[in-house]
């Protein structure tokens, strides 16, 4: 890599990660800043689904050899969006909000966040520095350093990326606090199971929904894989979402991992159909998470002062409800953009950033929007922008 100054990315996750791997194919030299100790230090969250728009980024990101690698660890399930499901009957039933993520083939295209992120990582482990909390950015003459919750400083750097998730320190800064995600209210838990748990399925992508509860609606989706369904050593995962005040995350805890929220999701569906019970009774509780629905504003990416040497990609700038399988898909598009337009100024340039986020925010706003409608359906969640709470 060249003897430049790297450019400085602020999170390991996804989006960052698949921008690392364009500027590692430029030769532009970068470093990352995690503030977890290692990639297993929490649970990897629930399983993504990936569309045309997604895929097509990816691809256009990754050498062909690891492109293959990545492919390869995707399931291919057949059919066309959810088989949507009634929790009490367990009968085909009409889902309000249909989805239709379908992107190669024909088929719904997924991946564990896990494994993404590993395929995303291979070539990139050197350039990581671990435990490094980001907490904002100071300018320099000719760069920018960025600042950690120690109270040490980054090397200087050509340019900052934040990319840390909605609780993203440098979107607060860039943007003059700008950028907001919203607390929908709605909270969810994801868990895994043997493959043998799921026979009573089949194969397809399952949207199965409880509406008999008097306090809100709770709901599971999960992806049963065809190519992995006799597999014994497989897990299939799935994520339960509830309406605002079904599922009540023990002191607002979303570190909790485990028994504590293996037994609230078992607690919610004592009364479904026999067919869904194995999900639940062979569940491994250790894999069993909390997690919170938030939203960035649904009226789109708000706009701010351009700052040609900071700029912030992925949840950071336009957090998702899962309603809808967008939100991973338009974040792998901010790390193909930005790092196309990178490679092509050679490095940073002043207007480099200001390309990016005039076109991230046509398709971001359009698919916060996307999200936020399917979500007001499915969830029951409302944001007003001037008065409901922020995360």
């Known amino acids: 890599m060249s003897a430049s100054k790297p450019i400085l990315i602020s999170g390991g996750g996804l989006c960052s990660l698949l921008l690392a791997q364009s500027l590692r194919r430029s030769n532009i030299p970068f470093r990352i800043f995690e503030r977890d100790a290692s990639f297993t230090f929490r649970a990897q969250g629930y399983r993504l689904r990936l569309s045309s728009e997604g895929l097509d980024a990816i691809e256009s990101v990754l050498e062909p050899q690891l492109w293959q690698k990545f492919w390869d660890k995707c399931g291919k399930t057949g059919g066309l969006g959810f088989t949507a499901l ?84 440098v979107a607060k800064q860039v943007s003059g606090g700008r950028i907001k995600v919203f607390d929908t209210g709605a909270r969810g838990i994801h868990g895994q199971a043997p493959t043998t748990a799921f026979k009573g399925l089949g194969e397809g992508v399952f949207a199965v929904r409880d509406r008999s509860r008097p306090d809100g609606a709770v709901f599971i989706i999960t992806n049963v894989r065809p190519d992995q369904m006799n597999d014994p050593n497989v897990e ?8 605002p005040g079904v599922i009540q995350v023990p002191n607002d805890n979303y570190s909790i991992v485990g028994k504590q929220a293996a037994d609230i999701a078992k607690s919610l569906v004592k009364n479904w159909h026999p067919r869904f019970k194995p999900l639940f009774d062979e569940m491994n509780e250790s894999e069993a998470a909390f997690w919170k629905i938030t939203c960035s504003s649904p009226s789109g990416v708000p706009e ?38 990178i490679r092509e100024a050679g490095g940073f340039k002043p207007g480099v950033t200001a390309a990016y986020e005039r076109d991230m925010r046509v398709y971001a706003s359009k698919a916060v929007h996307q999200s936020y409608t399917t979500a007001v359906s499915s969830f029951g969640v409302k944001i007003d922008e001037a008065t409901s709470p922020t995360v």
């Open 86 to 169: 009634d929790a009490i009957t367990g009968e085909v039933t009409e889902h309000a909000a249909p989805e239709n993520l379908a992107s190669r083939d024909g088929k719904v295209v997924g991946i564990a966040r896990g494994d993404m992120r590993k395929v995303f990582a291979e070539g990139c482990e050197e350039h990581i520095e671990w435990a490094r909390h980001v907490t904002g950015y100071e300018l320099t003459d000719d760069g920018v350093v960025a600042t950690f919750a120690d109270g040490s400083k980054s090397i200087e750097g050509s340019m900052l990326v934040g990319g840390e998730g909605i609780y993203s320190k």
């Open 236 to 243: 299939f995962g799935w994520t339960m979402g509830g309406q």
């Open 304 to 341: 701010w002062p351009n700052e040609p040497r900071v700029t912030v990609v992925g949840d950071a700038c336009h957090s998702m409800t899962p309603a809808g399988g967008i939100g991973a898909n338009t974040a792998v598009q901010d790390s193909a953009l930005l790092g196309r337009l």
